[in-house]
């Protein structure tokens, strides 16, 4: 056996390692080859395919890069559409003010309306005026947006009007230059001489409150009917005649040691609907 034909392990194995050491070789010849040239037109972008390819580290931070892109446009369109959101609430709050608004000012003018309309019975000197307040401490009590300097006295009647009719509403207690308070007829301080229409009997109409307004001191054997009218009378020292009180909605019963009837009587005029009122200025005017 001859030395010559004994095989070389090495040589039988020779091709496979050639070919994997030679990718990594190749690999390494061709970075340092990019590493020296100029980066500049396409040396720069194999570089950067190359480096994409074969770094991980590159794609995950181009990966991270996108996903920050992503988010951030993301964020960008909600921040936007809450922007958006919240013009259009604003935008539907001002509409509805806007609306009731537009309510009131329908309503006001509707009043308004009426009051230039008006042609009362009798040709009362007055003055109208809007409640400019009511005070919380009594209730049955408005301040009105008119005062001496337009001629209003303290103990001047005060008219409203509603459902196209005037109505006692009650009288002025207080001015100042500017303004009036005036006392409503459910006050329990309020009273005014009044009479019924059908039958011409006089009694003295007083305030109770949140109760019902009452005449007393009416005749015991007066006929008195629900629905009859009361008007003020001509014997009061305040209170021009012929304006209409309300109408009665019932009487007392059960006393029998009464001397005289108790009328209950529901006012023409709600003292907590009361917007404008009629001053009157003039009292004698109208006798």
């Known amino acids: 056996m001859s030395f010559s034909s004994v095989k070389n392990p090495l040589h039988k194995h020779a091709p496979g390692v050639y070919r994997r050491l030679g990718w990594p070789v190749f ?41 920050g892109q992503d988010v951030s446009h993301t964020v960008q369109e909600l921040l936007r559409a809450h922007a958006e959101n919240e013009q259009l609430k604003q935008e539907k709050e001002r509409t509805q003010l806007l609306a009731a608004q537009a309510k009131n000012i329908l309503a006001e003018n509707e009043r308004l309306t009426q009051l230039l309309q ?22 049955n009590t408005v301040v009105i947006d008119k005062g001496s300097e337009d001629g209003i006295q303290e103990r001047s009647a005060v008219i409203a009007l509603e459902n196209g009719q005037e109505g006692l509403a009650g009288v002025v207690i207080e001015t100042t230059d500017k303004t009036a308070k005036v006392l409503l007829v459910r006050d329990e301080d309020f009273s005014a001489a009044v009479h019924l ?9 007083m305030g109770d409150g949140p109760r019902a307004v009452q005449v007393k001191y009416i005749p015991l054997l007066a006929e008195v009917e629900k629905g009859d009218k ?46 404008e009122m009629f001053v009157i200025l003039d009292k004698e005017i109208s006798r």
């Open 197 to 205: 229409e059908r039958t011409g009997e006089e009694g003295l109409l």
């Open 118 to 139: 008006l042609a009362p019975t009798h040709p009362w000197k007055g003055v109208w005026a809007q409640v400019a307040y009511r005070e919380p401490a009594r209730w």
């Open 27 to 67: 690999f390494l010849l061709l970075s340092f080859l990019l590493m020296i040239l100029p980066l500049e037109g396409f040396v720069a972008s194999v570089k950067a395919v190359l480096a994409y390819v074969f770094i991980p580290q590159v794609r995950v931070s181009h990966q991270a890069v996108a996903y």
């Open 230 to 275: 009361v008007y003020t009378s001509a014997s009061s020292s305040i209170f021009p005649a012929g304006i209409l009180v309300g109408e009665v909605s019932g009487k007392r019963e059960g006393d029998g040691f009464q001397t005289s009837l108790t009328v209950y009587v529901t006012p023409q005029i709600r003292s907590s609907a009361i917007q």
